[in-house]
């Protein structure tokens, strides 16, 4: 019975996702509240899909202005090894993760230029973009999460105008 027991807890031990761990451990800034819950719910799926390290970059988004409105995020993750991007989203009414082959969906343009300058080391140019709008409802900050080396990196909100310049 013991080593039954021993074995089980060494396949859990083995078979858990470290990814879920250390995103819980780099948002230990973060306020533990109903978004917070929410957060780990939405992301926990896409977390547990990866094998090897790889960057993430992420916007949460809410609808303040109804009651009842859902977490959703937009997220690519970049594989440090081999190199491919993979665009995830939810949507306000579903929890299901969509993934996205188009790198050129308008709606991850802002994530994929965070991603690439990350990646060419332009961290302090990012840290350096200015909010391009004070309504709260426009103002979802960008985050870059890094678990290959363990850091995360929060970007301020700034969208893209018709010629493709950063509105700042």
């Known amino acids: ?11 859990l031990l083995f ?3 470290p990814f879920y761990k250390q995103y819980q451990n780099l948002n230990v800034d973060l306020q533990k509240n109903k978004s917070y819950s929410e957060q780990l719910l939405l992301i926990k799926p896409l977390l547990l899909k990866e094998k090897e390290p790889f960057i993430l970059a992420i916007s949460w988004d809410k609808n303040i202005l109804t009651k009842d409105g ?3 995020y937009d997220a690519v ?5 081999s190199g491919e991007k993979k665009m995830f989203s939810t949507t306000e009414n579903s929890e299901m993760i969509v993934q996205s082959k188009d790198n050129s969906d308008i709606k991850f343009r802002e ?3 965070i991603l690439e300058n990350y990646i060419n080391g332009k961290e302090e140019y990012l840290l350096s973009l200015h909010d391009s709008f004070s309504s709260s409802e426009m ?3 960008y985050y870059i999460y890094d678990f290959v080396k363990k850091k995360k990196l929060k970007v301020k909100t700034f969208f893209f105008d018709k010629e493709g310049k950063i509105i700042q």
């Open 111 to 113: 994530l994929i230029y």
């Open 139 to 141: 103002n979802k900050p």
């Open 1 to 11: 019975m013991r080593k039954i027991f021993f074995i089980f807890i060494l396949l």
């Open 15 to 17: 078979s858990c996702n």
């Open 77 to 81: 993750i970049y594989n440090a090894q």
């Open 70 to 72: 859902k977490l959703h």
